[in-house]
C-alpha cells in the first residue's frame, strides 16, 4: 500500500490518499498513529481517499474493528468528522458497514462521498 498523509487547514484537519493495494493492517497502523499523535484532539476531521486504490483486502471483521478503534478515540475528540471516498469501481460496502459500527459506538459523525471536494466542504462545513 502507499498512502500520502496531508495536514490541512492549520493543522485542523488531514486526507490520506491511498492508492496501490491497500490492506488491512496498514490502515490500522496509520489509524493508530493517527489517533495517538498530540494534535488528535484538536483534529477536525480526516478525508480518507481510496479513490486510487488498486484492491482494497479489508473484511467485515476488520472494518469492524477499524470503527470500534474510532469510536473509542472520538471520546478525545468528538467534534471529529471523517469523510470516506470509495473506489471508483466500489458499491461502498466497507465504508457503509464503518458508518454503521461509528454511529453504534462514537460520537463523532462519518459519511461517504464520490469526490474529494464534496467530502472537504461537509467536513468543514459548520465545524469549529
Known amino acids: 500500500m ?7 487547514k492549520e493543522g485542523l484537519g488531514i486526507t490520506i490518499a491511498f492508492s496501490g493495494i491497500v490492506e488491512a493492517d496498514e490502515v490500522d497502523k496509520l489509524q493508530d498513529q493517527i489517533n495517538s499523535d498530540e494534535s488528535f484532539p484538536k483534529l477536525r476531521y ?5 479513490s486510487q486504490a488498486e484492491e482494497i483486502n479489508i473484511t467485515f471483521d476488520q472494518i469492524q474493528n477499524i470503527a470500534m478503534k474510532t469510536a473509542v478515540a472520538s471520546g478525545r475528540n468528538p467534534k471529529l468528522r471523517i ?7 466500489s458499491h461502498n460496502v466497507l465504508g457503509e458497514t464503518f458508518h454503521t459500527f461509528e454511529k453504534v459506538w462514537g460520537s463523532g459523525e462519518s459519511k461517504s462521498f464520490r469526490d474529494i471536494k464534496a467530502a472537504k466542504e461537509w467536513c468543514t462545513r459548520g465545524k469549529k
Open 46 to 50: 480526516q478525508v480518507w481517499d481510496f
Open 83 to 89: 469523510a470516506i471516498i470509495p473506489r471508483k469501481t
Open 2 to 8: 502507499s498512502h500520502k498523509l496531508k495536514k490541512e
